[in-house]
């Protein structure tokens, strides 16, 4: 498997863009795979510098709805003719940010719900063989949630607690390996691994992406003692980890006295092949 960092908050290349969202290219399985598209045009300057074509990308796959993941789809949508999009079904709802007694609006472009390229799902869809999109369930997950206190979806004209029920995360299956990619992992990093672990009848090999233990909103990172909660439940399991842009460079440092050399913190420009072969 090929992984690419094409957008994230940090960049190990000069000539990228470093800006706060994310945006993964994947090679797996045979297909070209886009994760995410970053919240500007920075996915399109970044993305011949790494050597990404954008118009030969199979398929993109939305995380959830907040602008950081989905800001640029229209852009990519002009780049590629062809990639059909995956969204949650509740993708397309209405979600904001709470900052100083004011709302911002940080949901999926309006001009863009209601696009034919955009596929929605319930809470799972098998797209192919070996590639699989879950959302967690509405009722709480076994772990605790991180920094959404922020956070909010319109509901019947209220302004209520994100439930997140825009958020979905990819399975990857290769051989013997499974490999899990999370955008923001707002509905609680350990209750996604655990339902990764369910659909792949065992432990899943890697996890990528982000874990949001960081609050934009306050630019602070959650309490310690509950991340070091999460990186003893993260370390308790024989998978590895890279991860990126909403976990927080600070709360990285935490996951990392814990996890040692089983975690590492990839940003723009960062380029791995994973082996198919058990470690």
């Keep these: 498997m090929l992984i690419k960092v094409i957008v994230e908050n940090q960049t190990v290349l000069p000539a990228l863009r470093a800006v706060h969202g994310l945006s993964l290219y994947i090679e797996a399985g045979g297909h070209k795979i886009l994760f995410d598209v970053g919240p500007d045009d920075s996915i399109l300057h970044n993305a011949p510098i790494m050597g990404v074509d954008l118009s030969a990308v199979d398929m993109l796959l939305l995380s959830h709805a907040h602008f950081d993941h989905t800001g640029a789809l229209g852009l990519f949508l002009e780049q590629n003719k062809k990639a059909p999009v995956y969204g949650a079904k509740k993708i397309i709802g209405q979600y904001y940010a709470e900052s100083e007694n004011s709302l911002e609006y940080i949901g999926l472009p309006e001009e863009l719900k209601n696009n034919d390229r955009l596929l929605l799902i319930e809470k799972y869809q098998k797209i192919c063989e070996g590639l699989e999109l879950f959302c967690l369930d509405m009722t709480p997950g076994r772990y605790p949630t991180q920094a959404n206190n922020a956070l909010r979806e319109l509901c019947e004209d209220r302004y209520m607690p994100d439930r997140f029920m825009h958020e979905q995360s990819l399975l990857v299956a290769e051989g013997d390996r499974r490999f899990l990619f999370t955008g923001c992992a707002h509905g609680g990093i350990c209750n996604i691994i655990q339902k990764a672990e369910v659909l792949s009848d065992g432990y899943v090999?890697?996890?990528?992406?982000?874990?949001?233990?960081?609050?934009?909103?306050?630019?602070?990172?959650?309490?310690?003692?509950?991340?070091?909660?999460?990186?003893?439940?993260?370390?308790?399991?024989?998978?590895?980890?890279?991860?990126?842009?909403?976990?927080?460079?600070?709360?990285?440092?935490?996951?990392?006295?814990?996890?040692?050399d089983n975690i590492e913190y990839i940003s723009a420009g960062y380029t791995t092949i994973l082996s198919l072969q058990p470690s």
């Design 205 to 260: 090999d890697w996890v990528i992406g982000g874990f949001h233990l960081h609050n934009p909103q306050s630019g602070t990172m959650e309490d310690e003692n509950l991340i070091r909660t999460i990186a003893d439940e993260l370390a308790d399991r024989p998978t590895r980890y890279l991860t990126c842009h909403c976990t927080g460079y600070g709360a990285y440092q935490v996951l990392k006295e814990v996890l040692g």
